[in-house]
């Protein structure tokens, strides 16, 4: 078991994380072996830990006729425990945590009990509760496990949060982290700012801005006289894709603190990504293929069968396909295709 503030510790080194999408069958089943086998490549291509049951994940595994929240994290811990074993350093295990007290303490019980680290914690469920309600939520969720908050776009599923919100979020004693993921620049400093005020500074910022992640990364944030403050790394959906670059890019993102020449390009680049997650996140259509389109850049990699989401109505939005194709062709330098296809055969076969 690990403390708080190692936990802190271990965030502000700079993690990539991918939120892990789920791998099914035609028959949308769980496939274990493809499901394994992502995980395998993320570990393999640098990640520095992985988040199962989150959005990405879809967040209907924890349906009733589904019935796959404790079977997956169950599967992943089994997973990531045999990672370690070829590991420097363990891979950070991050639950998704959601629903209403009731459901939330539950899953975080289950989380805490099978050896994740910390929970990430969406208040969707929650759209009408007042503010002070949530924060009683969130305390009543930490006494179970650690907390990473997190603020998710409303256009999937999460709601507005004000400074005020995040400012109360920080008195809480087990916050590890911070997602701030609301695809909008103002209410990305809103979380900035109250993590200024607060005085906090043993909890970590992470970006989740999947459109907005270069920019994230390389800026200085600071309000007023006070200090500079990083976005330490990222735990991103766009990241479950071409993870191995991703790795790199953080780590010169990270790097061009001390390293200025750096940054024309990582600004080019951050157009670059920001096109391609337009792309797979079907940015034209608000988003309504965002996972389909994650799994098409997987299944052509080999790595999923097919692009099958719980929903059976969801998929690739009109024109989204040939997105895809576009910034594959504008981008190549972006993509980990032949990483994936010299390794791909024994993470399946494993």
Same mark, same amino acid.
């Given at each position: 078991m ?8 271990? %965030?502000?080194?700079?993690l ?30 640098? *990640? ?15 349906n ?23 590991? *420097?350093?363990?891979?950070?295990? /991050? ?7 009731k ?17 990430? !914690?969406?208040?969707?469920a ?5 503010e002070?309600? +949530? %924060? ?8 179970? /496990?650690?907390? /990473? ?10 709601r507005? $949060? ?9 008195? /809480? ?25 607060s005085?906090?500074r ?8 999947? &459109? ?8 200085? %944030?600071?309000f ?10 990222? !735990? ?6 071409w993870?191995?670059v ?16 750096l +940054?024309?390009?990582? !600004? ?29 850049v ?10 099958w989401? !719980?929903d059976?109505k969801?998929? $690739? ?18 993509? &980990? &295709? ?13």
């Amino acid at each position: 078991m690990h403390s708080l503030t190692e936990l802190q510790h271990w %965030l502000r080194t700079g993690l990539v994380i991918p939120a892990s999408p789920l791998a099914l069958t035609a028959n949308r089943k769980l496939d274990e072996r493809r499901q394994r086998a992502l995980w395998r490549y993320y570990s393999a291509a640098g *990640s520095g830990g992985i988040a199962v049951g989150v959005h990405t994940t879809q967040f209907a595994i924890r349906n009733p006729e589904v019935g796959l929240y404790t079977p997956l994290l169950t599967l992943a811990a089994e997973e990531l425990e045999r990672l370690n074993a070829s590991r *420097s350093t363990p891979l950070f295990r /991050i639950a998704g945590v959601c629903g209403e007290t009731k459901q939330a303490v539950n899953e975080a019980e289950i989380a805490s009990a099978l050896g994740y680290h910390a929970a990430l !914690l969406s208040l969707g469920a929650m759209k009408h509760a007042l503010e002070q309600e +949530l %924060l009683e939520h969130c305390k009543r969720v930490s006494e179970s /496990i650690p907390l /990473i908050g997190f603020y998710l776009q409303p256009a999937v599923g999460g709601r507005a $949060l004000s400074a005020n919100f995040w400012r109360g979020f920080m008195e /809480i004693e087990r916050v590890a982290a911070i997602k701030i993921a609301p695809f909008n620049r103002y209410q990305t400093l809103d979380v900035v700012r109250a993590y200024h005020e607060s005085g906090r500074r043993d909890i970590v910022l992470y970006t989740g801005n999947d &459109d907005a992640i270069v920019s994230d990364l390389v800026t200085p %944030l600071r309000f007023g006289a006070g200090e500079y403050v990083w976005i330490e790394g990222g !735990l991103l959906g766009h990241w479950s894709v071409w993870n191995q670059v991703a790795v790199q890019l953080l780590a010169r993102c990270r790097a061009s603190r001390k390293s200025p020449a750096l +940054l024309p390009q990582l !600004l080019a680049q951050s157009v670059e990504v920001t096109d391609s997650n337009a792309a797979f996140f079907d940015a034209a259509n608000a988003f309504k293929g965002c996972i389909a389109g994650l799994h098409e850049v997987l299944r052509r990699q080999g790595l999923l069968e097919g692009i099958w989401c !719980l929903d059976e109505k969801e998929g $690739l939005s009109p024109g989204q396909k040939e997105e895809i194709d576009r910034v594959y062709a504008a981008y190549p330098h972006l993509n &980990d &295709d032949a990483f994936i296809a010299e390794n791909r055969d024994s993470w399946l076969s494993g």
